[in-house]
């Protein structure tokens, strides 16, 4: 069964960090674009940042310089470090196929404090 399965998330102060883990089935993520995504409340889902199977990053403008996207093939895992956090960057995170998704998992909750 295939599965998405988010962590790492938490309460932090501006200007912290924090690293999130997406564990995946090996069948979905060795050969496809993995991507992070996250919803904050009373908004639709948005694209943070998507990494290649051959590990080349792209961000959204919002968090680059800020967050780091990467992968690790061989444990069928992604990670997002996120550091200088923001108040804005509160939201559930999630982790997913880029563009065509399957069933989303749980997401993990990141809240910034102000």
């Known amino acids: 069964q295939v599965q998405l399965v988010e962590s790492g998330g938490g309460l932090v102060q501006a200007g912290g960090s924090l690293r999130l883990s997406c564990a995946a089935s090996a069948n979905i993520f060795r050969a496809n674009t993995m991507a992070w995504y996250r919803q904050a409340p009373g908004k639709e889902r948005e694209l943070v940042a998507r990494?290649?199977?051959?590990?080349?990053?792209d961000y959204a403008d919002s968090v680059k310089g800020r967050f780091t996207i990467s992968r690790d093939n061989a444990k069928n895992t992604m990670y997002l470090q996120m550091n200088s956090l923001k108040p804005e960057d509160t939201a559930v995170y999630y982790c997913n196929l880029y563009r065509v998704t399957i069933p989303w998992g749980q997401g993990t909750q990141v809240t910034v404090s102000s």
């Open positions: 990494i290649g199977p051959t590990n080349i990053p």
